[in-house]
T-cell receptor, first 113, second 114 residues
Framework: GENVEQHPSTLSVQEGDSAVIKCTYS??????FPWYKQELGKRPQLIID?????GEKKDQRIAVTLNKTAKHFSLHITETQPEDSAVYFC????????????FGTGTLLAVQP | DTAVSQTPKYLVTQMGNDKSIKCEQN?????MYWYKQDSKKFLKIMFS???????INETVPNRFSPKSPDKAHLNLHINSLELGDSAVYFC?????????????FGPGTRLTVL
């Protein structure tokens, strides 16, 4: 069945450093890859997404890259700040009749001041 | 203005009881979802409705019954609650056929079964 693997499960960085979170998906028909940020006790919120016809997308300090051949996609956060500390989820979807999102297992990012 | 809202925020109940969680969205979306987030933070889709029609029904015990009275509301009724049902339940909504159907999540309902 569909599966999304996410690594690492925890990541600790110093403020100002970069953070990279990697995901691998199993369904080659997947064409939409969102990233959600979930702060403690809050709802998941979309921070960036990418479609399969694009290799990279940036939004200020965050960027996502997609390698369709390898079925990998990654989240890059530069110049990390303490408020970036949260759990980050990748997800994949092939759209179709259901828009079903398959989520990765999450990465707890801790940015040390 | 809250885009996707859920009630209640917290629900504490005894094993064997029946409870309901309500969800409403004012985004004009045609599709709504229920997710379960367990203690390890795994987010798993349970159900989805598009224009009041069930389109996703994952392997969920039949004690869980979703109901969508209209496309702005999706409720979740749980019968005979068990300890393992304790989790945070998130409602979400989106357009189904938009180019990128971004899902917006509600604030969650923390269910604790004693």
């Amino acid at each position: 069945g569909e599966n999304v693997e996410q690594h690492p499960s925890t990541l600790s960085v110093q403020e100002g450093d970069s953070a990279v979170i990697k995901c691998t998906y199993s369904d080659s028909a997947s064409n939409y890859f969102p990233w959600y940020k979930q702060e403690l006790g809050k709802r998941p919120q979309l921070i960036i997404d990418i479609r399969s016809n694009v290799g990279e997308k940036k939004d200020q300090r965050i960027a996502v890259t997609l390698n369709k051949t390898a079925k990998h996609f990654s989240l890059h956060i530069t110049e990390t700040q303490p408020e970036d500390s949260a759990v980050y989820f990748c997800a994949s979807s092939y759209g179709g009749a259901t828009n079903k999102l398959i989520f990765g297992t999450g990465t707890l990012l801790a940015v040390q001041p | 203005d809250t885009a996707v809202s859920q009630t209640p925020k917290y629900l504490v109940t005894q094993m064997g009881n029946d409870k309901s969680i309500k969800c409403e969205q004012n985004l004009g979306h045609d599709t709504m979802y229920w997710y379960k987030q367990d203690s390890k933070k795994f987010l798993k889709i349970m159900f989805s409705y598009n224009n009041k029609e069930l389109i996703i029904n994952e392997t969920v015990p039949n004690r869980f019954s979703p109901k969508s009275p209209d496309k702005a509301h999706l409720n979740l009724h749980i019968n005979s609650l068990e300890l393992g049902d304790s989790a945070v339940y998130f409602c979400a909504s989106s357009h189904l056929l938009a180019t990128m159907a971004i899902q917006f999540f509600g604030p969650g309902t923390r269910l604790t079964v004693l």
